[in-house]
């Protein structure tokens, strides 16, 4: 079924302890749709680049059923720029640069084949564009997912309620649901953070794993204990369109079944941390997935013998 | 089967974000004495203590079936001390005094009924301690785990390399193994510091769960996410106590079987952070153990659907 998502294309330069990659591409939209990409070829995007963007990476995710009509293209800007390094524990990183350019001025202009969609992705981005993309929709998706971030928290957080109160599942790190609650316990937090309007929260604990919230029920997905860890950036994003890229496949929006699309969310983030930018997001196999699933299973799997 | 552990008991006093407890008592063998009592009734506890300890605390432990003969009481001597207060991340901590006391000069001395043991816990102590206790045994046990820390690594970490060659299993924390071996990623550490010696690495990492490695096997289990953690203090012994007390009782060493261990240690440890010192650890049944052990098996339960 049709996946709406809105989100950033743009270009990273990231350092890492393991590393360095100079204008990479990146950007939530990028991310989430390459892995969302593996599980449904009805990918409507949402975004802005400068001319500055390849067009061979365009026609790549175009090649991927990534449609670009709801891209807008401004002649004479500069794309998204983000540059940033991670720590050793890569749950931290410095923002060394960031260079909005077309973003400053964005205002989301959904196609009409874009606006009956039933599953919406709200990438990392203003909370008013967030909601413009709502405001655009003919009618209620099936499922609307939202990611932030605690910069809007600090500059936006009005508006950025206002459109947590819209959505099914908010999708966040640990950090930004102590933010957004004001409570450390993320036990304390997601029930405050359900109060807000999501019906479904997941905290990201990225090398530590992800937690699913609904109702009082809890479950847990591991991260994959990896040798290295090369480059975090885009693993959150990577999450997000591994999560509802399975849930639109699927189609099945019961508990059961959101457990395993956290679980498919984060084995795409396993193999998105394990090269620079995008690069081992390209030609995984549906095989190489389901292996890498059946390796969760395994690390997971006792039997309590009770 | 008989269970032998060596390790402080002792005061302490405890400051975290929920409150402060003063003078509790508290001690490596303690926690892990008490945790493994819900396991197995054939505990020998070998430690040291001054004549302040109060006498209705070693009565409880002897009707929770822990034997005292290899417990020294020094007269005229105060017992070990320890006062710390927890960050709001509570796998962070700062030690604002120690008082070695009656630890100072602690030579382990083992009754001959000890020294027989089949399952030997070493707590965190002084290497050459630990070795003493080794030392004494007149067969090889069938199981040896040892825990230590970061403060013998930095001061005795040649008679700890020798101790590790001896044993099975060792338990330490992610930033402990991160120091042993010089590596950051866990998987790396791993490798390096199952080649100094244990045939088993558990991993613990506090509210993030605990990893089990075992040749190129890798298990992982959860922390109980739980609405309020008071106090952090003895999880690590607890969650040792829990672990051997287990394998003890069932008396089987396979990995099935350890990864059912690190489950019921993991059960233990989230009793105990449920209240100051050894409160919580007092008065469980079988059934709030199994009980628990079953809320850890539904964190983790999806039907990947593969």
Tied chains: 1, 2.
Excluded at 97 to 111: G, H, I, S, Y
Excluded at 125 to 145: F, G, M, Y
Excluded at 199 to 225: C, S
Aim: proline fraction near 3%.
């Amino acid at each position: 079924m049709s996946l709406l998502t809105v989100g950033t294309v743009a270009f990273d330069t990231i350092q890492t302890p393991l590393g360095k990659a100079e204008m990479v591409v990146g950007g939530a939209a990028t991310y989430i749709s390459l892995a969302a990409s593996y599980f449904t070829k009805s990918i409507n995007l949402v975004s802005v680049i400068g001319d500055d963007f390849p067009q061979a990476e365009l026609d790549y995710l175009s090649s991927k059923g990534v449609d670009l009509k709801g891209l807008q293209r401004k002649a004479g800007e500069k794309s998204f720029f983000w540059e940033g390094r991670y720590h050793d524990n890569m749950n931290a990183r410095d923002t060394l640069d960031t260079q909005l350019n077309v973003l400053a001025e964005f205002k989301p202009v959904l196609p009409e084949a874009y606006r009956n969609a039933q599953y919406v992705m709200l990438g990392n981005l203003t909370p008013s564009v967030q909601q413009e993309v709502l405001d655009q929709l003919t009618a209620r998706p099936r499922l609307i997912v939202l990611d932030t971030m605690n910069f809007w928290m600090d500059t936006a957080l009005d508006s950025l309620l206002d459109v947590i109160k819209q959505i099914d599942v908010l999708v966040i790190n640990d950090e930004e649901a102590r933010q957004l609650s004001g409570e450390y316990s993320l036990v304390k937090a997601s029930k405050k953070i359900i109060e807000m309007g999501p019906k479904y929260l997941v905290i990201k604990k990225g090398e530590h794993g992800a937690l699913l919230f609904y109702g009082d029920n809890i479950f847990f997905a591991p991260a994959l204990p990896l040798a290295d860890v090369f480059d975090p950036t885009g693993a959150g994003d990577t999450f997000a369109g591994g999560f509802i890229g399975y849930l639109s496949e699927t189609g099945d929006l019961s508990f059961e079944n959101m457990k395993r699309a956290v679980i498919f969310g984060s084995a795409m983030a396993s193999f998105c941390v394990e090269q620079f930018g995008i690069e081992r997001l390209k030609g995984l196999s549906r095989i190489d997935i389901i292996n890498r699933v059946e390796k969760f299973v395994q690390l997971v799997n006792f039997d309590a013998n009770i």
